[in-house]
């Protein structure tokens, strides 16, 4: 017993060296697998919300170090035909009921978004800017945007419509408000075409395509006022159509003309100027309905048109969208058109 003792001791040490040696390893063990488990843990016990996020990040990452046979986007949508196939056949007869209202031109164009739509099932050919001057015509404007926007969308355009309004009571200027449109609509967005329109001119035939070609194009052949016939030769007012190099080509209208008259045979002078040469669509095609209405307050005859349409060759360079000035009073996006509210000044004399 009294040998047994001391060698028993130094078992039982050894035993409790050995067992708190085997703790370490095990202890070592867990922490190292503990740690290889947390790496993991974001990834295999997210939420789906951080799912993601995690996704999110993944594509901006993706984006920024993609080659282009690694990027993986969205199936592009198709060109729209040459021809839309939603087109009507021929000229149609137009109906302007009194009672329409403007919230029944919103709830039949809901996919028309502040003026703007987009057709959803391919992609447009161009993208068209409809600007309208206007001041004082709400209701021819109504029945406008009622035939227009369905107009617009059965040619699968990208467009938007602009109404620039003139504020105050000098006589009107309906060129400078259409140099005013054209600058103005290029701050949203770099349309490739732009409508020149009449707020009292309604389209008759869906063939009458809203593009812009590779000439200037004139899109009112004939309208009920006159028999449907040009009115004379060379007419260039109504309805006209410029692409965006086009237009600044012959730097816009002239910013002189006040009053009614002398504003398109100046824009046709600067046309020919260029060397470039007026188109039309057929006379069965360029159909407009006009809606008839006193001649407004404040529109009087142009006396001094054809002085200056004489002038054009000369001041054509410095009168135009380069002189421009104008104050934008408001600028409102609503349902069916941007509205530009602005103030062109009045006349020198």
Sequence with gaps: MGFCLPVCKVFRRGKYLFLFLISL??????????GETMKEAPVSFATPQALVKGESLR?????????????????????CPEESPLLRKGAVKLSFESSLKLKDVESDNKAVIEGEFEPSDCTARQSVAILIPHRGREKHLLYLLHHLHPFLQRQQLHYAIYIIQQAGDATFNRAKLLNVGYLEALKDYSWDCFIFHDV???PENDHNLYFCDKQPKHLVVGRNATGYKLRYKG???????MNRDQFFQVNGFSNNYWGWGGEDDDLRVRVELQKMKIVRPPADIARYTMVFHKRDSGN????????LLGRTPLVWRKDGLNSCSYKTMSLERLPLYVNVTVDIGKPLS
């Design 25 to 34: 390893s095990v202890l070592a063990w867990i922490a190292n697998l503990s």
């Design 235 to 241: 007419y260039f007012g109504g309805v006209t159509a």
């Design 59 to 79: 594509e901006k990452l993706n984006a920024l170090t993609a080659t282009p046979d690694r990027l993986i986007t969205p199936a592009a949508k198709e060109q």
């Design 200 to 202: 009292d001119l309604v």
């Design 300 to 307: 009087q005859i142009n006396k001094d048109r054809m002085r």
